[in-house]
Structure formats: structure tokens, C-alpha cells
């Protein structure tokens, strides 16, 4: 799919879909209770219907109704799946279907994606999973998808590289239905707001554990939940997109339903714009981003790293230089983005330097043009975004990708005046 981007400005009030990590931990927390949950506002987007077909294939019963989805658990001990596990373009449910794997009392699941998924790193959790007791490995050697995961989850304690924060969300959100008692020990944790997320659910579940920190995690085993009425909160991830189009010249827009109490780390979106001179500020009805000029800036990104490419498209119409640092898991994702968005920046008239950890935008906005869109969802948002205050546009392919997080990205953008169309 081509979308194309013609110079607009975004205006006016929009909401805020569903947020996609918090609708897998939803979807992973319900096929993990007794009884029935309900899931209201949930993301139907590529992901959570990966998160749905995982779970589901290890038995829960998923049905889903506009707006509301209703997960039949299986009380913490999965059925072996009768087929493969498509996992799709989806790490996050890979990961975390990963660890509901090990709970299996007998049989195994074999997992499989995508072609991006399947380079992406798994050997770190199927490493700490066989260490509490369950066989799990990578059928190539190399870390990578398809995986056989079995039990039994017996318990003890387990290292885990922190380089995503997923491989010990994973544990986390599987630890309380394992037999014994799990200690998590993670190491130089990454992305420390997802875990958060997966403690604030945990919190919200009241399923116990205990925590020093960020170094040390003790989850007592043979835990229970009972089903749960929950609303996922609005996703500040898919907002990113929604506050860079109103910071960009001509912008005005108050995005509705934003909960800046929630733990999601993206919400530091708002904080990097209004650093950077766009105006933004808390009304009744919302959040109002509107333009000023942008100006150059630092911004760790360890904690938030799929702001990258969206803050790289800000940096280049800023004044000055923007460095985007700390954030070397922003190479494991779908793609390496900061490779990526170096390309992308450089193939819209602007420039960039690679760093191992980062990228430095050197600002002075975009001409605009043809770009790749490496099927990566968040580079396409990204690329669109730039298309509004480029004056050649953006033609941006590999669009379809958009589905995985924010299918109706396009529609949302056009009620608000973008000129986007795609083909």
C-alpha cells in the first residue's frame, strides 16, 4: 500500500485509540484468569488480534463485539495447541505467549512469525524459562523464531538480559501461575515504564510479588485470578503521531481522552514537544498541542524508545540540532530505526548521523519525497507526519503496516484536515 501525503495542517479535536501494550497485557491477564473478562476499548489493530489468536490457540475463548471483548481464561493452565502459533508481526505477544508456554503441563507450543519477527531476539527469555524448569528453544540455534516451548514452570531464581523490557514483562505477567516461587533478576533493564505498565496490572489484578527496585523480582507461585471488567486506557504511543502533527507548523490539536496518571512511558511525548517550543497545555476537554517554532533539544530515549522515529521527524523541522541518545534497543525492533529513519530523513532532503545508541537530526526541515516504509509501522506514521509541513509531500510505501497499531491512523488524520490518501 502507497499512502501520499500532501502539505495540510492538522486541526481541530480528535481521540485516542486504544493502547496496544496495555490491550496484550489485557488479553494475556484474561486468558490467564478463571471465568469470563470483559476488555472494553480495546485496540483491534494487527497486534491485538495476534495477542488473540496466541491465546486462544492455548485455550482460551476470545470473542469480540465492537468495542468490547470477552476472554474466557483457562485458569493458568494452558491446553497444547493443536497447531503452530502465528505470532504474526507481533513481539510483544510472541514474548509474552512465550512464557504462558511454559506453564503447558504436557505438550508443547511451536511458535512462528513474520519475516521481521523472526529476526527478532528471543534466546534471553527461552534462556530464563529453561531456567525455571520448562524446555524451551530456538529451532534454528540462534535465537530467533520458530521456538518449541514446554513445561513445567517449576520456579527459582533466573538472570535476564534487559535489553527489552518484554522478556521480563513476559515473566512477570506468567510468574504467579507457576508452581513455585520466581525471582527475576534483570539485567541493565531497558524500558523500565513497560514493566510499570505490567506491575500496574499486576496492582490492578492484586496478584502478589514483591520487588527491590528494579534489580530484583519475587513472585510466589501457584497464584489465582479470578475474571475482571477492565477499560484499556488510550494509548499515548499512537497520540505521539497526533501531538507531532499539531506541533508542526500550522497545528492545533486537542487530543481527547488522554490519562496522564497511566504508567505508559510515551506519555513523555507532551514534555519533548513542549521542550522543543511547541505550546501544550491541559484543558477541560483534553490536551491541546498547538505550534510555535520547534528548536533543537537532547532526549534520553532509553525509557521510551519507539518515540524515535517520530521525535526524529520533530527534530528535523526544529531550529538547531536534535540528539536522540541511550536508546540501542531502537535497533531490535521491527527494524534497526535508527538506521531507518537516518535513510528516511535523508531521502526527504534532511540529515542525520547515526550513533550506536542513537541518532543526531540536524534540523532545518524536510523537502519531501519517496521514502521506504520498511514495513514498520511507526516509520510510516512518522513519514506521514513529515508529509504535512514538507513541501513536496510524502509518498511513503509499505503503508499497510499501519494496521498493526493504528489502523485507522489515515481517517483520524483527515478528520482533522491532513490531505492523505492511499492506494
Not at 534471553?124 to 540462534?142: F, H, Q, R, T, Y
Not at 475474571?227 to 506541533?247: H, Q, Y
Not at 478528520?415 to 492523505?420: D, I, K, T, V
Request: hydrophobic residues 40%; contains cysteine.
Amino acid at each position: 500500500m502507497i499512502l501520499r501525503v500532501q502539505p495540510s495542517s492538522a486541526r481541530g479535536r480528535i481521540g485516542v485509540p486504544g493502547s496496544k501494550s496495555h490491550a496484550i497485557r489485557a488479553v494475556a491477564l484474561g486468558a490467564l484468569a478463571s471465568g469470563e473478562s470483559l476488555i472494553r476499548n480495546p485496540l483491534d489493530s494487527d497486534d491485538g488480534r495476534s495477542a488473540a489468536a496466541v491465546y486462544t490457540a492455548m485455550g482460551a475463548e476470545i470473542s469480540k463485539t465492537e468495542g468490547l471483548w470477552r476472554v474466557r481464561g483457562f485458569g493458568g493452565k494452558p491446553s497444547p495447541p493443536e497447531r503452530d502459533i502465528d505470532v504474526g508481526n507481533s513481539g510483544t505477544s510472541c514474548r509474552f505467549g512465550l512464557g504462558t508456554a511454559a506453564l503447558l503441563a504436557r505438550g508443547e507450543a511451536r511458535f512462528d512469525g513474520d519475516a521481521q519477527t523472526r529476526r527478532r531476539p528471543m534466546g534471553p527469555l527461552l534462556g530464563a524459562l529453561a531456567g525455571l524448569g520448562a524446555k524451551a528453544v530456538s529451532e534454528n540455534g540462534d535465537g530467533r523464531l520458530p521456538a518449541r516451548v514446554s513445561g513445567l514452570w517449576r520456579g527459582g531464581t533466573v538472570r535476564v538480559d534487559g535489553s527489552t523490557s518484554q522478556y521480563t514483562s513476559s515473566l512477570l505477567l506468567n510468574a504467579p501461575f507457576g508452581e513455585g516461587e520466581t525471582v527475576i533478576e534483570p539485567i541493565d533493564l531497558n524500558e523500565r515504564p513497560y514493566v510499570d505498565m505490567t506491575l500496574w496490572w499486576l496492582d490492578k489484578l492484586e496478584l502478589a510479588y514483591e520487588r527491590e527496585g528494579y534489580e530484583r523480582f519475587r513472585i510466589p507461585g501457584g497464584q489465582s485470578l479470578a475474571g475482571f471488567d477492565i477499560e484499556v486506557p488510550a494509548d499515548f504511543s499512537s497520540a505521539a503521531f497526533l501531538v507531532a502533527a499539531g506541533a508542526l507548523p500550522g497545528g492545533d490539536v486537542l487530543l481527547e481522552g488522554l490519562d496522564m496518571d497511566d504508567p505508559q512511558g510515551d506519555k513523555a511525548i507532551l514534555a519533548m514537544a513542549a521542550e522543543m517550543g511547541a505550546e501544550v497545555s491541559e484543558e477541560r476537554e483534553g490536551i491541546r498541542v498547538r505550534s510555535k517554532a520547534l528548536r533543537g533539544s537532547e532526549f534520553d530515549l532509553n525509557p521510551t524508545p519507539d518515540l524515535l522515529p517520530v521525535m526524529a521527524v520533530l527534530g528535523a523541522f526544529a531550529e538547531g540540532e536534535t540528539r536522540l541518545v541511550n536508546v540501542p534497543q531502537a535497533r531490535i525492533k521491527e527494524t534497526d530505526r535508527i538506521a531507518a529513519m537516518r535513510e528516511t530523513l535523508e531521502a526527504l532532503g534532511g540529515s542525520a548521523r547515526e550513533l550506536p545508541d542513537g541518532l543526531i537530526v540536524r534540523g532545518g526541515g524536510l523537502r519531501g519525497g519517496k521514502v521506504h516504509g520498511w514495513g514498520d509501522h511507526r516509520i510510516v506514521m512518522a513519514a506521514a507526519v513529515a508529509g504535512l509541513a514538507a513541501p513536496e509531500g510524502v509518498e511513503v510505501d509499505t503503508a499497510e503496516a499501519m494496521a498493526v497499531t493504528f489502523p485507522d491512523f489515515c481517517v483520524r488524520m483527515r478528520s482533522l484536515g491532513a490531505r492523505m490518501e492511499t492506494e
